[in-house]
């Protein structure tokens, strides 16, 4: 029996106002503090539950953020080693992925479970072997300078068992009459990957750098571990910086325009390759 128009209009209707109401709860925070941040303090404990600010702080909040510590920095920190590690990444995971999704190798048969394997492993089991070589390679001292902070930041993510296995997805639905062809004209295994692989790969692309963009911009435990001078602080750990040197515990205005500050550069990253998203997961399970 078919369905009548209208039963399909009544259920498109009930999905749209659930992903509405699923939107607004998941908002619901992020209004919030914005909205905390433009209060002044009294206004924050004395105006009751009403989001609406009644006396405006914005200018006292925002300007303790500039001054009071040096929250840009923390903010260029972020971006410089979120920015190298994804470029790391690439560099290496590119090249991985298309020798295991094009390249006929004895060794391919046990490194594809070896990623998948890599997956499963928790992100914070090799804390300790990695700071005890970072330790012996002088990369974690007072004197390691902005080299050091930063090399420690960045080179223990350079290699993502993720992004090779994403790619390689998607390498591998790239027509191999392609390769031959890109082969015969003459070029290199190195030239395919750059000019003819990746390009055909960028919704994966993308959207595997909005993920590592991401997690490495939220990450706390790795940089307070390695980082010896805040001057190379990333932006959760200037955060706490903030709250320790100047707001304390209980001056919420300043510390949700900090966290204001630190969440808009993921939105906006988001919603720059949101489009992306979708088209660079859909291969992910073929």
């Not at 992020?30 to 004395?46: A, C, E, V």
């Not at 009403?50 to 300007?63: A, H, T």
């Not at 209980?250 to 900090?258: F, H, I, K, S, T």
């Amino acid at each position: 029996m078919a369905r009548r128009p209208d039963q399909g209009r009544g259920s498109a209707i009930l999905r749209h106002a659930v992903l509405a109401l699923a939107t607004l709860v998941f908002c619901i925070p992020f209004i919030w503090m914005l909205l905390t941040s433009f209060k002044s303090r009294p206004d924050i404990f004395n105006g009751g539950i009403d989001p609406w600010p009644r006396q405006w702080g914005i200018v006292e909040n925002y300007s303790r953020i500039l001054f009071d510590v040096p929250m840009p920095r923390y903010l260029l920190n972020g971006a410089i080693v979120c920015l190298g590690i994804m470029a790391l990444q690439i560099l290496v995971a590119a090249p991985v992925a298309y020798a295991l999704a094009k390249l006929k190798f004895r060794a391919a048969r046990w490194l594809l479970p070896l990623i998948v394997v890599a997956l499963a492993i928790p992100a914070f089991l090799p804390t300790l072997p990695l700071y005890l070589a970072f330790r012996l390679t002088g990369l974690i001292s007072s004197s390691s300078g902005a080299f050091g902070n930063y090399a420690a930041l960045i080179l223990p993510f350079s290699i993502s068992a993720f992004g090779v296995f994403l790619l390689r997805q998607h390498f591998k639905s790239v027509p191999d009459e392609l390769v031959h062809a890109a082969r015969l004209d003459g070029m290199s295994d190195w030239s395919i990957v750059w000019r003819v692989m990746v390009p055909h790969a960028r919704p994966a692309i993308v959207a595997f750098c909005i993920f590592s963009v991401v997690a490495h911009w939220n990450d706390l435990f790795w940089p307070l571990i390695v980082i010896s001078d805040n001057t190379y602080a990333t932006p959760p750990i200037g955060i706490i910086a903030f709250v320790n040197e100047s707001v304390g515990g209980g001056d919420y205005g300043p510390l949700m325009a900090a966290a204001t500050a630190v969440t808009l550069p993921i939105i906006a990253v988001y919603l720059l390759g949101q489009r992306f998203m979708a088209d660079g997961m859909a291969l992910m399970g073929k």
